[in-house]
């Protein structure tokens, strides 16, 4: 019995079971959000220019200038991701205000007269102040990280064009204001609005004073100036995602 005894102790004791560890959530962007968003815009107004053949006042060509400058843009946006494996399609709409300066610099270089002073008239674009976008979104996602493709529609008060760009996103370890998620992401959108060919001009369109010269008035026949308008626009957004459905 001592034998059988000392035998029994030396058998190994049985493992205690390992503890259960419940894995972490995987995190989806399948859900809605909306947010706000703040940036900075870039304009190309790729006026044309204009021969005035002198009748009724000075000849010579009308220099539009390109009008590149930039502006604080800012607004909100709303949208629907969903996820399918590494891939997330999604749709979003934005509005958005714009500092355009509406003013359009102009030249006027008079035939046979290099020097001079030319005071132009008041020249504008009829490019609006907020514009707004409706866009598909196909992209792909890193845990927590999401890059993506973006294009669709672009539109004014007074135009339509298209937006194309991309931009990236990453979900922060914080759901505020009763959300699912809070992700931050930079964005680039190239915008064009073509054909904006609203500008008709005909009669006085500045004064002109050459070297030496007395000061006269410069007319032009009635013309349509090709004003296209391009933006690049680069910002910083802020979303709230609600839900995983």
């Known amino acids: ?19 259960i560890i419940a894995a972490p959530p995987i ?3 399948t859900g809605f959000y909306a947010g706000v968003n703040a940036g900075w815009g870039w304009r190309n107004d790729n006026s044309q220019s204009v021969v005035i053949d002198g009748a009724g006042g000075v000849p010579g060509t009308l220099f539009f200038d390109n009008n590149n400058d930039g502006g604080f843009t800012g607004g909100g946006q709303i949208g629907y991701n969903y996820q399918m494996g590494s891939f997330v399609i999604g ?17 006027f270089v008079p035939l046979g007269a290099p020097g001079g002073t030319f005071i132009p008239g008041e020249f504008r674009n009829d490019l609006s102040d907020w514009f707004g976008t409706v866009r598909g979104r196909v992209g792909v996602a890193f845990d927590r990280v ?3 493709a973006t294009g669709g ?24 204001f009763g959300s699912s998620a809070v992700t931050f992401g930079v964005e680039g959108l190239w915008l ?7 500008n008709d001009f005909n009669g006085f369109v500045g004064t002109f004073t050459p070297v030496g010269g007395p000061t006269v008035n410069v007319f032009a026949p009635e013309f349509r100036n090709n004003n296209d308008n391009d933006f690049f626009v680069a910002r910083a957004k802020l979303n709230f995602k609600f839900g995983t459905y």
């Open 146 to 148: 999401l890059i993506y």
């Open 27 to 29: 995190f989806t962007w």
């Open 153 to 176: 529609l672009a539109y004014t008060d007074n135009n339509t064009g298209w937006v194309v760009g991309g931009g990236a996103e990453w979900a922060l370890p914080v759901n505020w």
């Open 91 to 107: 749709l979003e709409t934005d509005i958005q205000w714009a500092d355009t300066n509406q003013n359009m610099r102009v030249t």
């Open 1 to 19: 019995m001592a034998a059988a005894t000392a035998s029994a102790a030396d058998l190994a004791r049985p493992a205690p079971p390992a503890p």
């Open 192 to 198: 064009g609005f073509d054909n904006n060919n609203n």
